[in-house]
């Protein structure tokens, strides 16, 4: 069965540099969810899209940004990239009616 | 803003129960528990969820209290590849995301 699909694996870069992550949902499913989890953390949830709108907001700093687009991949951008943004970015799909997420396999951000 | 309260961690004999208990005293009447795992850093795993009966699955079973202010996950025969963090998940009231608390790091001891 498709699982969600999060690229890249992994991603090294500098601070102060920008950095995307893209996420590809389960085919049919309608929300994207987006979490943080740094070293030694349990998942933080940054920002969710439903129908390609935004839907809640946790605690994604301004310095990110997010959208779902019309095909329902969502991209997460980060600029300004600090040492503290070194974490696992994770996301997961839902759609409606249907209980529970699917999380992908994660984008390691290292920054350095 | 965790709603849920677990044990740090646990340890459990191979081959034995796992009974991992999760208090989530203030759950509104219609929040389901969701319950999910994390091997080692890949993304969580879904388990199984509850609002009031209890449920089972081909991976584990979940007993809810009568109150709803608890609830325990079952794995009725742990195996080693069952070390895991278990997360008891409630949503965040009228938003579907979900809270992460500071989960249970089961260990399986052969």
């Known amino acids: 069965a498709a699982g969600v699909i999060q690229s890249p694996r992994h991603l090294i870069k500098e601070k102060r540099e920008t950095a995307t992550l893209k996420c590809y949902p389960i085919?049919?499913?309608?929300?994207v969810y987006w979490y943080q989890q740094g070293p030694g953390q349990d998942p933080q949830f940054l920002i969710s899209?439903?129908?390609?709108?935004?839907?809640d907001k946790g605690s994604i700093p301004d310095r990110f940004s997010a959208q779902q687009f019309s095909d329902y991949h969502s991209e997460l951008n980060m600029s300004s990239l600090e040492l503290g943004d070194s974490a696992l970015y994770f996301c997961?799909?839902?759609?409606?009616?249907?209980?529970?997420?699917?999380f992908g396999s994660g984008t390691r951000l290292t920054v350095v | 803003d965790a709603k849920t309260t677990q044990p740090p961690s646990m340890d459990c004999a191979e081959g034995r129960a796992a009974n991992l208990p999760c208090n989530h005293s203030?759950?509104?009447?219609?929040?389901?528990v969701y319950w999910y795992r994390q091997i080692h850093s890949q993304g969580p795993q879904y388990i199984i969820h509850?609002?009031?009966n209890n449920e089972t699955n081909e991976m584990a079973s979940l007993i809810i209290t009568e109150d709803r202010k608890s609830s325990t996950l079952i794995l009725p025969h742990a195996t080693l590849r069952d070390t895991a963090v278990y997360y008891c998940?409630?949503?965040?009231?009228?938003?579907?995301?979900?809270?992460f608390g500071t989960g249970t790091r089961l260990k399986v001891l052969a």
């Open positions: 997961a799909s839902s759609s409606t009616g249907i209980y529970g997420y699917t």
């Open positions: 203030t759950i509104s009447g219609n929040e389901y």
């Open positions: 998940i409630v949503r965040d009231p009228g938003t579907y995301k979900y809270i």
């Open positions: 085919p049919r499913h309608d929300t």
């Open positions: 509850g609002l009031k």
């Open positions: 899209f439903y129908e390609k709108m935004q839907s």
